[in-house]
């Protein structure tokens, strides 16, 4: 049998700056095992060369690999460590182009607005790069997502602030009550293999085919739509209430992963929220091409489009609007970059807890912390996050020593649920009528009535991805004890023909030993949140979007981040998929490495991913010393947990470079005594060197810190100057280098 090869992938931002540390550590210490390990590129950048590799001089394609992978996951074979990547929108798209561009990559400017097919043709090439077009092809199976014990016996040891939540709190989520995604959804299950057509029929007449979808027997195919003037109503009744209640108004949608439907939605809260600035200067905005789906940055860049004596009055309207309307939640105050600058600035799963920690607070224009309306527009989960935020008002802030967990099983395997919807999302193009057909007898399955630019979208769950759902929520169940929650409304079309498969199936097991419910999100929250105060451990087992939100907001409440958790997708043909956390903070880490030469990333999540990968190794046909070394890794993170040897925030303080030093040196002290007398008299020399050079390696370290790193880039910097900052100690360089 060849030996089994992991796959680490490329990415973006700070883990893959970190990568250029850590991978040349995980190579060698893991050489003994028989291992082989592989690069592979699908950073944003480097799928935009792939998509646009036949346009470019030879010396600068690249093949696509993340097509690779995608065929990879379908093998039992496939061993891979996924790290965080960019879940782009447009404004960030088109600043990696730019980049590119200036590095000397002849590629095409993105056609916001293509004028004839040719950048019809360049615009939908880009847009396969943008939005969540990496997890869908890589997740070939469920998502099983924990704390490890010790990153939670480290949290209580060292908890993070939770700002105390005043009872007298004004914050609230906001939501629709009717005309949303959740009201108008249908729903059915697929009778046999066969093909259905989204149609649209005008009033006017119109006829068009949005698209025909291949469906297997046994598939979940749901449809809704969410009318865009019942949503801008509801923003402008939730703008006046901020004003009304003095707080701020604070926008939460998911704008990069759910790319086609939710930028739309972000798009409407500015037009509500500027709509004197519309009214006033819409003939001029819609010259210079201003997109508020991109966010305010996108009129800003195009500003200078228009003669002075115009952009003088259009920024003193929006200075007039300012004084008006609510203040608006800042993603910066100190550079006046608001909730509404760019739609990938504030995420649904990230800022909701950042707001939660915070004491559900946001910051206000003047840099202070103020109440502030969080404003999820769709009911379907906006419930949930009303029952936290409700519960805390009442109950007070957590307390990270003494909470408990909540473990995630999620359905997301062959693009389940919402997040694999973008191919199925259309704006109908007058009022008119939305029929899913069946193609063979031409049966209408579905019928929607909407309006002229409604968001209107169909998403699957297979009746494969399902059936492993459930097993794998029961076997966790049974391996931990814990309660497990499936968090399904009866009440919503779709989870009600989810419900019928977990009733089915639950029944084919022998449950004597499993407490399971199921329960609609908001009574969910409710029941785990009991638990959870009381120091209980529960396992959500949830749909696609859930599974995100929920992974983000119970870790940030426990450990202080996402990027800890340990997230295991056990591949549907027996391999494996390691996700290495959350990347929601890389870009602030990114920025201060430029500036100061210091990365505070940390790498915990990889350290945890590789063990999980090493025990799948084995089992793929490494050598018996590969259960050894992932015994003395898994270890070495205790230690380096419990010495708190984690990434500081500080320049001067221990940064990324210095935590891979202690993870290395842990794990030689443990590979050194480990009972293989071989590895033992390996690792032994390794480990004392370490020790005895600790000061001489974090002072190479710390030599290139305090300074700007510059590495030529953000989204495709100079890899030769990465490597030289992420790998600044000749000390520690010869001794890991000795052993590769």
Same mark, same amino acid.
Not at 120 to 136: A, F, H, T
Not at 178 to 207: C, H, L, W
Not at 646 to 654: A, F, I, W
């Given at each position: ?66 097509? =690779? ?165 509801? =923003? ?341 998929? =390691? ?162």
């Amino acid at each position: 049998m060849a030996n089994p090869t992991i796959v680490w992938t490329k990415i973006d931002e700070a883990p893959y700056l970190a990568t250029f540390s850590l991978l040349p550590i995980m190579e060698a210490f893991t050489k003994d095992a028989g291992i082989n390990w592989e690069l592979r590129d699908i950073s944003l950048a480097g799928r935009v060369i792939a998509e646009f590799s036949d346009m470019l001089p030879e010396n600068l394609r690249q093949s696509d690999e993340l097509a =690779y992978l995608g065929e990879l996951v379908k093998k039992p074979e496939a061993n891979v460590i996924k790290l965080p990547n960019i879940s782009a929108s447009v404004p960030q798209l088109k600043a990696t182009i730019k980049e590119l561009q200036s590095q000397g990559y002849p590629l095409p400017d993105f056609p916001e607005e293509p004028q004839n097919a040719e950048e019809e043709k360049i615009r939908l090439k880009y847009l396969k790069c943008v939005g969540s077009n990496v997890n869908p092809v890589l997740r070939e199976g469920n998502s099983d997502r924990r704390l490890a014990e010790p990153v939670k016996e480290y949290a209580k040891m060292h908890p993070h602030p939770m700002k105390p939540v005043e009872p007298t709190s004004k914050s609230y989520v906001a939501h629709m009550d009717k005309n949303d995604f959740y009201q108008n959804e249908q729903s059915f299950i697929a009778p046999r293999n066969m093909t259905v057509a989204i149609e649209f029929e005008g009033k006017n007449g119109t006829k068009k085919v949005f698209k025909e979808v291949e469906l297997e027997k046994g598939e979940v195919f749901s449809g809704t739509f969410l009318n865009r003037k019942t949503l801008r109503e509801f =923003y402008e009744k939730t703008i006046q209430d901020a004003k009304e209640k003095d707080i701020l108004f604070s926008l939460h949608v998911k704008a990069t992963m759910m790319k086609v439907s939710d930028p739309v939605m972000f798009g409407d809260a500015i037009r509500v929220y500027y709509k004197e600035l519309f009214d006033k200067f819409g003939k001029e905005l819609e010259e210079i091409g201003f997109n508020p789906n991109n966010g305010m940055s996108d009129l800003e860049a195009k500003l200078a489009k228009l003669p002075e004596d115009k952009q003088k009055a259009i920024k003193e309207t929006i200075a007039e609007i300012y004084k008006k309307q609510p203040r608006l939640y800042m993603v910066d105050s100190d550079n006046g970059i608001t909730n509404l600058h760019r739609p990938n600035d504030v995420i649904i799963d990230a800022s909701i807890p950042a707001t939660i920690k915070n004491g559900l607070k946001g910051w206000g224009p003047d840099g202070e912390v103020e109440d502030t309306v969080i404003t999820v527009p769709d009911r379907t989960y906006a419930r949930m996050y009303k029952e936290i935020v409700a519960d805390i008002v009442k109950n007070g802030q957590f307390d990270p020593t003494k909470v408990g967990t909540v473990q995630n099983v999620g359905l997301m395997a062959k693009k389940a649920e919402e997040y694999g919807s973008h191919d199925k999302t259309f704006f109908p193009p007058e009022d008119g009528i939305i029929r899913v057909v069946d193609t063979e007898n031409n049966e209408v399955l579905m019928e929607f009535e909407t309006e002229a630019g409604d968001i209107w979208r169909a998403y699957t769950a297979k009746e494969v991805a399902i059936i492993d759902w459930i097993k794998l929520a029961v076997e966790r169940a049974k391996e931990s004890g814990l309660p497990i929650v499936f968090w399904l409304d009866s009440n919503r079309a779709h989870d009600a023909n989810l419900i019928k498969y977990v009733v089915s199936e639950l029944a084919k097991y022998d449950l004597s030993d499993v407490e399971y419910h199921i329960m609609a999100p908001e009574k969910a929250m409710r029941y785990t949140l009991r638990r959870f105060r009381k120091g209980l451990g529960t396992i959500s087992v949830t749909g696609n979007v859930l599974r995100d939100y929920l992974t983000d907001l119970f870790p940030i409440i426990e450990v202080g981040t996402s990027a800890r958790t340990l997230s295991i997708v056990p591949l549907l043909a027996g391999g494996g998929l =390691y996700e290495t956390g959350a990347g929601g903070s890389a870009p602030k880490h990114v920025e201060q490495f430029i500036k100061e030469g210091h990365l505070r990333w940390d790498s915990l999540g990889e350290f945890l991913a590789t063990v999980e990968s090493l025990k799948l190794a084995r089992k793929q046909g490494a050598n018996e010393k590969t259960e050894v070394i992932a015994d003395a890794l898994s270890k070495a993170v205790g230690k380096y947990l419990q010495n708190d040897k984690t990434p500081k925030r500080k320049v001067g303080q221990l940064d990324n470079r210095g935590s891979h030093y202690y993870l290395a040196r842990y794990w030689a002290e443990e590979l050194a005594n480990c009972g293989d007398a071989e590895l033992e008299a390996k690792f032994k020399p390794v480990a004392k060197e370490l020790v005895e050079n600790e000061e001489k390696i974090l002072g190479e370290i710390a030599a290139v810190e305090g300074k700007p790193a510059d590495i030529e880039g953000y989204y495709h910097p100079n890899e030769e100057k990465v490597a030289k900052y992420m790998r600044p100690s000749e000390t520690f360089n010869k001794i890991i280098d000795a052993l590769r």
